[in-house]
């Protein structure tokens, strides 16, 4: 293909016109079940028409006036959020790694505030993905985005992820916070176990360090919860978001407690783009599907079945599948084969899915997805798998594998 476009994508020959709910439709006609949900952005599925006509309306109004005015969508999403989380405040971004940033800056800033910049240090996790930008690829500490762009943002410490030990052995005078995803998503579909979670909460109380979750991934209901960590009880004090809270609209944000966004006041940070009025539109209507009596819960029971029905897929393929994990709407399967043997055999079936690291594929249907829906993708899977057993069959006889 000679394309126009850098070429850091190693993208599918596929182009798709238009979309609806769990299915998008390339320009030909054909239709493919969408269980990648753009890498878990479209929570609500494609065309949602709440979200579509709250964007339209809001574009016939006004589209952008920066920060330097009042955004009312944007104050009255703030609060939205304030109001169903541990947060005081929220920052809003373009995306993900915006976030992170956000957050990172905050985390330093709050130690310097309180006399102590000397704990700019953060811990992360092995296998943790955070995003692009130069601090968060240090963040993530992956040796593949590091390479070739210079040094090192200096002021992070990777330990294992899930290690316990390794995280106290990790903590010097100048550490400031933790910084992790309650489950990994980039990193394969790792759930950071509730108990681990809890421990990490307390070690940060201990030690007057701050705890940052990435929920960018596995935020706005993916896991069944509005936000993952309900599920261990317990509370960041700051946290980074995107993905599903645009529904495919780019936006993020940081949540945080007053205490610990105490140094972010004025002129300190900034973005021209973050929070405007067409984002916060869509935003505001995506928390009006997410937060209507019994989303959530539906999204558990889908989770639970579609968790079942993959066990089972497991159990009539295990020369294909080797586990699977995950919590609510965002599962993995690791796969015997090459995972992106796996997604290629998929889409053959008209299913998509998402490759992960450790050789995952990830399955983050939009949360709207039905029973019917993951009947569907199942049989897909199936096929998809069958197709497979038939190419090392094949490879067997011919003497390859
Ligand atoms: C957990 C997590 N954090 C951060 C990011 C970065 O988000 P973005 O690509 O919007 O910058 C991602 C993106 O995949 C992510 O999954």
Known sequence: MNSPLLPTYARADLAFEKGEGVWLETREGERYLDFGAGIAVN?????????????????????????????????RLAQRLVDHTFADLVF??????????????????????????????????EGAFHGRTLATIAAGGQKKYLEGFGPKVDGFDQVPFGDRQAVIDAITPETGAILIEPIQGEGGIR??????????????????????????????????????????????????????????FPMGACLATREAAKGMTVGVH?????????????????????LEPGFLA??????????????????????????????????GLRTHVPNNDFVAAARQQHLLTIAAGDNVVRLLPPLIVTEADIGEAVRRLDAACAALEDEMRTLARQGVA
């Open 92 to 125: 809003f971004t373009n995306s993900g790694a915006e976030a992170l940033e956000a957050s990172i800056k905050m985390a330093r800033k709050y130690h310097s505030e309180n006399g102590q910049p000397e704990r700019y240090r953060i811990i992360t996790f």
């Open 298 to 331: 539906h999204v558990e029971r889908m989770g639970l079945l579609l968790k079942q029905r993959l066990a089972e897929l497991q159990d009539r393929h295990p020369a294909i599948i080797a586990e699977l994990r995950g919590q609510g709407l965002m599962l």
């Open 43 to 75: 929570a609500l599925g494609h065309a949602h028409p709440h979200l579509v006509s709250a964007l339209t309306e809001q574009a016939a109004k006004v589209w952008h006036t920066s920060n330097l005015f009042r955004i009312p969508e944007g104050e």
């Open 191 to 248: 759930p950071l176990p509730v108990q681990e979670l809890r421990r990490l909460r307390e070690l940060c109380d201990e030690r007057g360090m701050l705890l940052i979750l990435d929920e960018v991934q596995t935020g706005v209901g993916r896991t069944g919860k509005l936000f993952a960590h309900e599920w261990a009880g317990i509370a960041p004090d700051i946290m980074a978001i995107a993905k599903g809270i645009g529904g495919g």
């Open 270 to 290: 900034g973005t021209t783009f973050g929070g405007n009025p067409l984002a916060m539109a869509v935003g505001n209507a995506v928390l009006d599907v997410v």
